[in-house]
C-alpha cells in the first residue's frame, strides 16, 4: 500500500535499510493478524479485540467518530504519535501538481492556489478532520482531542517530522524492495 511504502521510505531515511527491515520484519512477527482493509478495518479489528495497535490515518477516525454505525469502533481506541522524541511522527500529505502538459496551466495554478489556501485549508480541516497543510488553520474539534494524554501533544498538536517529501520519495524504491522480502501482506 502506498501509505506503507511512504512510511518505509521516512524510516529508511532516517535509520536506514537494514534497521527499517528489521523493524518491518518485527512489526510482522508481532502482528495479531494479516493485513486486511483499510484504515476503518483496523480500527474495527482492534474494536472486536483481534488486534491491540494499528497502523492509520487520523482523518479516518474523524469520519468515523461522525457515523453512528463506526462510532463505537472509534471510541474504543486512542491516537498515539509516534516519536515524538526525536524526528517527530512521519505524515502523509494530499497534494497536487501541474503537468508539462496541462492545456490550462494557469487555471490550473489557480485551483491549487485555492486549495493551499486559507478557506479551503479550513474546510479540509473542519470538514475531512485533516490536518492543514497550511499553517494557521484551526483543527476540527475531533482532531484537537487526538493524542489526549500523550505526553507533548496539546489539542492535536503534536511534533511532525519535518523531513523533506523529496528525500522521503527517493527511498521508494528501496521501500518496495523491503516491503516485497519481508512479505509484509502476506
Known sequence: HKYNVALIS????????????????GLK?????????NDRGQVKAIYQGQCDVALGNTYYMG???EREDQRAW????GIYFPNQGDRGTHMNISGGAVTKA???K???VKMLEFLSGKLAQYMY????HEYPVKSGIQYSGI????????????????KQDQRNLAEIGSHRKKAIKILDEVDFDN
Open 143 to 158: 482532531v484537537q482531542g487526538f493524542g489526549g494524554g500523550q505526553d507533548g501533544v496539546k489539542q492535536g498538536v503534536f
Open 10 to 25: 521516512s524510516m529508511i531515511a532516517e535509520h536506514g535499510a537494514a534497521k527499517a527491515k528489521t523493524w518491518l520484519q
Open 63 to 65: 469520519k468515523m467518530l
Open 106 to 108: 494557469a487555471e490550473a
Open 74 to 77: 472509534a471510541a474504543s481506541v
Open 125 to 128: 480541516a473542519q470538514v475531512n
Open 102 to 104: 496541462a492545456k490550462n
Open 29 to 37: 512477527n508481532n502482528r495479531g493478524r494479516k493485513p486486511s482493509g
